[in-house]
T-cell receptor, first 112, second 115 residues
Framework: GENVEQHPSTLSVQEGDSAVIKCTYSDSASNYFPWYKQELGKRPQLIID?????GEKKDQRIAVTLNKTAKHFSLHITETQPEDSAVYFC???????????FGTGTRLLVSP | KAGVTQTPRYLIKTRGQQVTLSCSPISGHRSVSWYQQTPGQGLQFLFEYFSETQRNKGNFPGRFSGRQFSNSRSEMNVSTLELGDSALYLC??????????????FGSGTQLSVL
């Protein structure tokens, strides 16, 4: 079955720096890759997603890149702010939302 | 539009008991999926329902079961609870679970503690 590896497990940056989180998936048939942000005690919130027919997608300070050949995708956050501090999860899916396989999460800490 | 609603928010049970968790999807959403979140294992897929039918199932024992009603509301049941079942159980919904332009929205979860 699909397996998703996520690195790093923790990431500390200074406010204004950029943060990059990387994920690798195993099943080349995966075609949907969402990223979720989960603040302490709250539900996971979709922040950006990308599908396999697109190489890059941007939304203000957040961008996701996908390399299908290498089977990895990355989340880029620029000009980080303290409110970006949270756990970020990547996921991959072959069948739309019928079954998302999540990475183990990255705890991002942005220090003022 | 109301979000995905899960009840109860917190639950404490003892080993051997059974528990039923409820999920009401966003209005109009017909696909409901369930995930177990633990500090050690992260988010793991349990099962997904669409039009009262289970379409996909994760690698969990048969003690974990679910169902979906005609109004798309879903319940999951865990029988013969074990200590390791302590987790946050998250429900998520989308319109069909298959269209290329859909989004998946999560509820706030039910925190289950097994003593």
């Amino acid at each position: 079955g699909e397996n998703v590896e996520q690195h790093p497990s923790t990431l500390s940056v200074q406010e204004g720096d950029s943060a990059v989180i990387k994920c690798t998936y195993s099943d080349s048939a995966s075609n949907y890759f969402p990223w979720y942000k989960q603040e302490l005690g709250k539900r996971p919130q979709l922040i950006i997603d990308i599908r396999s027919n697109v190489g890059e997608k941007k939304d203000q300070r957040i961008a996701v890149t996908l390399n299908k050949t290498a089977k990895h995708f990355s989340l880029h956050i620029t000009e980080t702010q303290p409110e970006d501090s949270a756990v970020y999860f990547c996921a991959a899916s072959i069948q739309g939302f019928q079954k998302l396989v999540f990475g183990t999460g990255t705890r991002l800490l942005v220090s003022p | 539009k109301a979000g995905v609603t899960q009840t109860p928010r917190y639950l404490i049970k003892t080993r051997g008991q059974q528990v039923t968790l409820s999920c009401s999807p966003i209005s109009g959403h017909r696909s409901v999926s369930w995930y177990q979140q633990t500090p050690g294992q992260g988010l793991q897929f349990l099962f997904e329902y669409f039009s009262e039918t289970q379409r996909n199932k994760g690698n969990f024992p048969g003690r974990f079961s679910g169902r979906q009603f005609s109004n798309s509301r879903s319940e999951m049941n865990v029988s013969t609870l074990e200590l390791g079942d302590s987790a946050l159980y998250l429900c998520a919904s989308s319109y069909t679970g298959a269209a290329t332009n859909e989004k998946l929205f999560f509820g706030s979860g039910t925190q289950l503690s097994v003593l």
